[in-house]
């Protein structure tokens, strides 16, 4: 997996959008951009992914930049349950099957 | 669908002991997957299974022992216990090599 660079923790106040940045300078042309949430004490939970177009689901919005250097994870209406520490994970077929999670950002949603 | 489903949910050992983790999917994935989380290391892998009969080790596999008869079961066996596998384990699978990862609820293991 090429490394990835989060922030170790944001805020957000419930019902704002939350942007979860993440820098992958070294990726390559075939890995994937990943993001993964886990919630306290919870196994990790699959968000969304991407390779070079942004892609939208009912969970989230993945923007990545025409470079492919970096990208945004969106949560468009942040709740208290959104509270989590998000992985971002480039990772592609040769990039063996290990994910490397990193330590990722630890998101506070507040009331 | 139930996903991936883990038992048991909690576990104590005491050193020497051993033990089957339990893993199972319903999505029919060929990929399936041990990973451990200790404090402050996030996760490991241990084994992986790229389909049945075939598996491979992964990070920190001594101490672990995995086998794959079915598509649906991937359990992890703790041959002799030690306060270095206490930790929590999560069992996940996808569809292939670069598909979306389905994680379990976790096992926490403690081994006294």
């Known amino acids: 997996d090429a490394k990835t660079t989060q922030p170790p923790s944001m805020d957000c106040a419930e019902g704002r959008a939350a942007n979860l940045p993440c820098n992958h300078s070294?990726?390559?042309?075939?890995?994937?951009v990943y993001w993964y949430r886990q919630i306290h004490s919870q196994g990790p939970q699959y968000i969304i992914h991407?390779?070079?177009n942004n892609e939208t689901n009912e969970m989230a919005s993945l923007i990545i930049t025409e470079d492919r250097k970096s990208s945004t994870l969106i949560l468009p209406h942040a709740t208290l349950r959104d509270t989590a520490v998000y992985y971002c994970?480039?990772?592609?077929?040769?990039?063996?099957?290990?994910?490397?999670f990193g330590k990722g950002t630890s998101l506070l949603v507040t009331p | 669908n139930a996903g991936v489903t883990q038992t048991p949910k909690f576990q104590v050992l005491k050193t020497g002991q051993s033990m089957t983790l339990q893993c199972a999917q319903d999505?029919?994935?060929?990929?399936m997957s041990w990973y451990r989380q200790d404090p402050g290391m996030g996760l490991r892998l241990i084994h992986y299974?790229?389909?049945?009969?075939?598996?491979d080790q992964g990070e920190v596999p001594n101490g672990y022992n995995v086998s794959r008869s079915t598509t649906e079961d991937f359990p992890l066996r703790l041959l002799s216990a030690a306060p270095s596998q206490t930790s929590v384990y999560f069992c996940?699978?996808?569809?292939?090599?670069?598909?979306?990862?389905?994680f379990g609820p976790g096992t926490r293991l403690t081994v006294l």
């Open positions: 996940a699978s996808s569809l292939q090599l670069d598909s979306p990862r389905f």
């Open positions: 999505m029919n994935h060929e990929y």
């Open positions: 994970i480039a990772h592609g077929p040769n990039s063996g099957y290990a994910l490397n």
């Open positions: 991407g390779l070079k």
């Open positions: 299974s790229v389909g049945a009969g075939i598996t």
């Open positions: 070294t990726i390559s042309g075939n890995e994937y």
